[in-house]
């Protein structure tokens, strides 16, 4: 047998055949959640946060089991654990992913956030307020001056404080929504 061979070929109680084809699909997985990972990652980027976080933001909701360790999540990332550390934190502090413990493990684990979403939304409504009361006081600041000097003071005011009345009901809304869906057995919702 030389060096270039398939040593699996060689050996009389495997079938290289059978492994191929069960490889190719487990391949070509690997392959399609480091692609979902990786698209994640440039979204995150695209709305101002760095693509790690959104790589490990992505991997953490496709990881089996749902908890990963920092270490676990330099292996699949390719990353530093300086990195994963920077990264789960600023995560951490985004309120998408919470640092848990096991029963019996001396180290952290990392998963999704229950309801990180909503409550994403309900701080995104903090902020909202504040651009409004911004525009206010700018409007405020330029109360004497003619109205096109203002107009854009006045979008940014408007826009904000339509948000700020309506987004309130699309939470009351999604709320009910998801009550609706937890409380239906899984036969029910599809």
Do not use: C
């Amino acid at each position: 047998m030389s060096l270039t061979s398939d040593p699996l070929s060689a050996h009389p109680l495997v079938n290289a055949e059978e492994i191929q084809s069960e490889l190719v699909p487990n391949q070509q997985l690997q392959s399609d959640r480091q692609h979902f990972v990786e698209e994640v990652g440039l979204l995150f980027e695209t709305v101002g946060f760095p693509r790690m976080a959104g790589r490990v933001f992505g991997w953490l909701l496709i990881s089996n089991p749902p908890h990963q360790s920092p270490t676990q999540l330099a292996d699949v990332l390719q990353a530093s654990k300086g990195s994963i550390s920077t990264m789960t934190r600023l995560l951490e502090q985004l309120g998408l992913i919470e640092r848990v413990s096991l029963p019996g493990q001396r180290r952290d684990y990392f998963r999704i956030k229950l309801n990180a979403w909503s409550e994403l939304s309900k701080r995104r409504l903090d902020q909202i307020t504040a651009f409004r009361k911004l525009a206010e006081r700018g409007l405020t600041l330029l109360h004497a001056e003619p109205s096109e000097l203002t107009e854009r003071l006045q979008e940014m005011h408007d826009i904000h404080a339509f948000f700020e009345a309506e987004l309130p009901l699309i939470l009351d809304r999604w709320a009910t929504y998801r009550q609706a869906q937890t409380q239906s057995s899984p036969d029910d919702t599809r």
